[in-house]
Every structure is written in structure tokens, then in C-alpha cells.
């Protein structure tokens, strides 16, 4: 397909926009990002090194989050540039009506999102996963560490003068599954093992049940329930395994059909998945709703009302997807109607501001 003079000149144009709007946000993104890591860090040694490094890392997912909004933001950018300089009215003396360059920049946004999905998110996610990694490594001092290996997921704990390395074989909704765990002291000294069926980790204190306690020089002892206390509950063990935005959509594809260690339940998956696959439509409406907004309002207003009227409309439409996730994430909706019901109900009202566009 050749591509016209006039729509490379748009594309340009877009491509521009997008850019200046996405170095924007970076920079504001890693403004605020690098405080709460240097507070995290404060007490540590090269602490501005590791919050540059942790920052870094964080990025592509905060701009991941945050890009349908530097879509729009772009889109409205893109027509204050064409009113200023008053070229919109000479496109269209030519002939080059207002929906053929909202439709130009919509299927741009649309190729993008797809790049974005297949390429970014990927990257990003992997990004994630380490900074996920490091900054549990540096917190507290290593006094509280988490991994997952082949041999199940592994804790060491830090509390009241022992040290705990836990074992367990699955974490699932409110329960650790074979668990075991070795005490020491503080200078390694082996104190007992204990091992169990399953361990409720709803609070601090751990109700394990069918447990068996092994002790230097003692014969084990059974109890039918026994409690330990640790530093994880099941909010923290889940902030720290379950966060499907450090996980691939390769990896999402497979966890879909197999459960994986930590088991995700099928609807998590299937929700994020389905967050993923509505993205290129996601932020094509972004952009479409950007433009007909732009091309509805009065062209003389000055810059301040057009940014203003964006970030109305980006925390609008944030609370509105927002409410829908959480919805989807309980057993009111299911994760296809969830996703996939704003984006319908933000078209049809989109679809009403097209309606004599080009006279605009």
C-alpha cells in the first residue's frame, strides 16, 4: 500500500505528538517514582544508585499503565497544533476531511497498541519480574527473602531472634500446602522442624494443621493445630508472587492452561488476558475520543481549557474502567463482559460526537 503525502505529513505529525507527550510522562514518572525509592532505600548504602536502578526498572510498566492516557493527551496535542497554525482549515480546503484524519491517527494508534502489546508489555513485564527481584532482595536488610524454584516457593524470615527458611509446595486462596519450616537461631543454630498438610496464612500467625514438630534430642510430637508467627500474610505473599504485570503474555498463554506453582486462579488470568487483547482497541477509542472532542469545542479557546478538558476526561474514564475491573474481579461479571462492556459503552457515545463531524 503506497502511503500519500498528506497521510505520511499526519503521521508524522502524530508520531511527533506521541513522542513529546510519552518523554513528558517519563520524566514526571520517574520524578516521583525515584522519592519513594530513595525512601525505601534511605537507609541503605548506595541508595541513590539502587533507587535509579529500581526506577529504571519500574518505568516501562508505569508508562504501560498510564499510556491510553498519552494517547489521548497526544490526540488532543495533535489538533492544538493543527489549530494554531491553521492548517486543519487548509487539509480540509483540499479536501482532506476532518474523519480522514481522525481515521489516520486511530488506525495509527491501533498498529502501535498491537506493537505495544506484542513487544512492550513483554519487555515491561520482564523489567517487572526484576525489579520485583531486587527490591526484595534489599528489603529489610534481607531479613525477608522470597523465591519460587522447581522445589516450590521458598521463604526466609527474620523473627524474635530465629531465623525461618519456609517450604511450601502451592499457595492457594488462604493456604500455604506442604509446608515446611526449619528455626534457627540467629547464629544458625538448628532448633526444631516443623512440617504440616496446609498452614491458613490469612493473618501474621499461621494456623497450621496436622503438624508435626521435630526438636534436637525429643521425639516428634503431633498436633492436630498449631500456630506460628511470621513476618507474610497473604496480602504480602500475594503482592509478591501474584502480580500477572511481571508475567509475559507467553507465560500468561501457558498459566492459562496449566495451573502453574502458585497457582493463579483461571479467572486472574483470564481477566489480564482479556485486559491485554482489548489494548489496541483501548487506546484507539483514546484517540478517537480525543478528537471528537477536540473537533466539537471551540478551535479559539487557549491551550490551558484543552488540557484541562483532557484530564477531566482521562480521570472520567479511568473511574469508569476502574469500577469495571473491580467487578470483574469478583464473581459479579465475568472477565469478558468486565473489560469489554466500558469500551463498548465508551464507543456508542463516542459514536454520537461523529455525527456531522466534518462540518465541525
Not at 502511503?3 to 499526519?10: E, V
Amino acid at each position: 500500500m503506497i502511503i500519500k503525502t498528506y497521510q505520511k505529513y499526519i503521521l508524522k505529525s502524530y508520531f511527533s505528538c506521541l513522542a513529546t507527550v510519552l518523554l513528558v510522562f517519563i520524566c514526571l514518572v520517574f520524578v516521583l517514582n525515584i522519592f519513594e525509592e530513595i525512601s525505601f532505600l534511605k537507609d541503605k548504602n548506595n541508595s541513590f544508585y539502587y533507587a535509579i536502578l529500581l526506577t529504571s526498572l519500574n518505568i516501562p510498566y508505569l508508562i504501560y499503565e498510564i499510556s491510553p492516557f498519552i494517547f489521548l493527551i497526544s490526540s488532543q496535542y495533535f489538533f492544538i497544533n493543527l489549530y494554531e497554525s491553521e492548517e486543519i482549515d487548509s487539509m480540509n480546503k483540499f479536501g482532506l476531511n476532518n474523519f480522514k484524519i481522525m481515521s489516520i491517527i486511530s488506525i495509527c494508534s491501533f498498529v502501535v497498541g498491537i506493537l505495544v502489546i506484542t513487544l512492550f508489555y513483554n519487555l515491561s513485564a520482564e523489567l517487572k519480574h526484576f525489579y520485583y527481584d531486587l527490591k526484595n532482595k534489599l528489603s529489610e536488610e534481607n531479613k525477608y527473602l522470597a523465591a519460587v524454584t522447581a522445589n516450590g516457593l521458598w521463604l526466609k524470615d527474620q523473627k524474635n531472634e530465629t531465623i525461618n527458611f519456609i517450604n511450601a509446595e502451592k499457595l492457594r486462596d488462604n493456604y500455604l500446602e506442604k509446608v515446611s519450616i526449619t528455626v534457627f537461631t540467629d547464629s544458625f543454630d538448628l532448633v526444631k522442624n516443623i512440617e504440616s498438610e496446609k498452614a491458613d496464612i490469612t493473618n501474621f500467625e499461621w494456623v497450621m494443621e496436622n503438624v508435626l514438630v521435630y526438636e534436637d534430642n525429643s521425639p516428634k510430637k503431633n498436633y492436630e493445630k498449631l500456630n506460628f508467627e511470621t513476618s507474610f500474610d497473604k496480602e504480602k505473599l500475594y503482592s509478591l508472587f501474584s502480580n500477572l504485570y511481571s508475567i509475559s503474555i507467553w507465560n500468561l498463554f501457558n498459566f492459562s492452561k496449566d495451573n502453574n506453582l502458585i497457582n493463579f486462579s483461571s479467572k486472574q488470568i483470564v481477566f489480564h488476558l482479556n485486559k491485554l487483547y482489548s489494548y489496541p482497541f483501548y487506546v484507539t477509542l483514546m484517540a478517537l475520543i480525543s478528537s471528537v472532542v477536540m473537533l466539537n469545542l471551540n478551535r479559539k479557546r487557549n491551550r490551558i481549557f484543552f488540557i484541562t478538558v483532557g484530564v477531566l476526561i482521562s480521570v472520567s474514564i479511568y473511574f469508569i474502567r476502574y469500577i469495571f475491573d473491580i467487578v470483574g474481579e469478583t464473581k459479579d461479571l465475568s472477565p469478558f463482559v468486565s473489560i469489554w462492556l466500558p469500551i463498548l459503552f465508551l464507543t456508542i457515545i463516542t459514536s454520537f460526537g461523529l455525527v456531522r463531524i466534518n462540518e465541525k
